[in-house]
């Protein structure tokens, strides 16, 4: 690719509270670490300049609260990647970004829902096409 060639690439960083989305996109686009990063951040650009394939990127810090769910969707929607953080210690959590991400179904056909997250603690997560042990 030529480096005049500039391409665009729309990250959306998902997940529960507290898990540091604000922390990852402000260490990102500052080049260092806010111990105090506000709540959520506005959708921040980061040049082609620091990419060594000249694409630009813009993040979206996406808020887990539940009144935000729109935005969230639409948000993911329009994503050309997604990021989910999520606490290690809940990897329930997860199954239910993961679907909301990669489809309406899990890996065996089954609907995804937070109905159907909270009966799988420690036995399966949706992972691509092959459910994982917890």
């Known amino acids: 690719m030529h480096p005049t060639d500039h391409r665009l690439v729309r990250i959306a960083v998902i997940g529960d509270a507290s898990t540091g989305k604000t922390s990852l996109i402000s260490t990102a686009a500052n080049d260092t670490f806010d111990a105090r990063p506000p709540p959520v ?3 921040i650009k980061i040049p082609p ?8 990127m813009l993040l979206s810090d996406c808020s887990s609260s539940p009144e935000n769910g729109n935005a969230l969707d639409l948000a993911v929607q329009s994503a050309d990647a997604v990021v989910i953080c999520f606490d ?3 990897l329930v959590t997860l199954y239910v970004h993961a679907c909301r991400v990669t489809t309406t179904h899990d890996a065996d056909g089954i609907p ?3 109905e159907r997250a909270s009966g799988l603690s420690g036995t ?8 994982t042990s917890l």
């Open 112 to 114: 995804c829902s937070p």
């Open 49 to 56: 300049e620091f990419s060594p394939d000249h694409v630009a």
């Open 41 to 43: 951040l506005p959708v």
């Open 88 to 90: 290690a210690l809940r």
């Open 124 to 131: 399966r997560v949706c992972s691509g096409s092959t459910p």
